[in-house]
């Protein structure tokens, strides 16, 4: 039981450039969350999706793109990576929205230069 | 707005020290209360919660009391051990709508054997 996978788990890219972040859960959750980690700040929503085709706006969404085809997948796209988007990107997902647990993935660490 | 405030780390302890990492928070409502860790290389994993006041929740020898009348959630330990060295951190959810998930900043712990 794999739980909540992330890659890669580092990237280095130049501004402009894109990139996709993969998500995969193994729980059979309908519930994923993408979440940045900045220096001095709590995590913070991007994007989360409540099921299958479906997706939502965060707290962070500006310059991000979010899919979720498959539930078990749920994908972060950065089309012109910008410095700011420098940080950590967790993944994470749960049985429902108001389930108690998260189970968060190990994290992407991107540097945009 | 929904805020979570722990305090900044680093915290370094000798090994068998007595831990305390503060938490308050602000919410509307009645929040339910997490504390996460992060190990070195691995995601956030649920450590203990509590869903209500003068709920006391308690994991791997840590505790936490619910406190409403001080809207704290303060994590203690009694004796650390080298291998509780991680980030800790605070959260809460609340239900507004639909479910919101507030973190805090994290508290790097460092264990000194």
């Known amino acids: 039981n794999a739980g909540v996978t992330q890659t890669p788990k580092f990237r280095v890219l130049k501004t402009g450039q894109s990139m996709t972040l993969l998500c995969a859960q193994d729980?059979?959750?309908?519930?994923m969350y993408w979440y940045r980690q900045d220096p001095g700040m709590g995590l913070r929503l991007i994007h989360y999706?409540?099921?299958?085709?479906?997706?939502a706006k965060g707290e962070v969404p500006d310059g991000y793109n979010v899919s979720r085809l498959k539930k078990q997948n749920f994908l972060l796209g950065l089309e012109s990576a910008a410095p700011s988007q420098t940080s950590v990107y967790f993944c994470?997902?749960?049985?429902?929205?108001?389930?108690?647990?998260?189970?968060f993935g190990p994290g992407t660490r991107l540097t945009v230069l | 707005g929904d805020s979570v405030t722990q305090m900044e780390g680093p915290v370094t302890l000798s090994e068998e020290a007595f831990l305390t990492i503060n938490c308050t928070y602000t919410?509307?409502?009645?929040?339910?209360l997490f504390w996460y860790v992060q190990y070195p290389g691995e995601g956030l994993q649920l450590l203990l919660k509590?869903?209500?006041?003068?709920d006391k929740g308690s994991n791997k020898g840590f505790e936490a009391t619910y406190r409403k009348e001080t809207t704290s959630f303060h994590l203690e330990k009694g004796s650390v051990q080298v291998s509780d060295s991680a980030v800790y951190f605070c959260a809460l959810k609340v239900a507004s709508g639909t479910y919101k998930y507030i973190f805090g900043t994290g508290t790097r712990l460092k264990v000194l054997a």
């Open positions: 509590a869903t209500k006041a003068d």
């Open positions: 994470a997902s749960s049985f429902d929205r108001g389930a108690d647990t998260q189970y």
């Open positions: 729980m059979n959750h309908e519930y």
């Open positions: 999706s409540v099921g299958e085709g479906t997706t």
């Open positions: 919410a509307t409502g009645y929040p339910s």
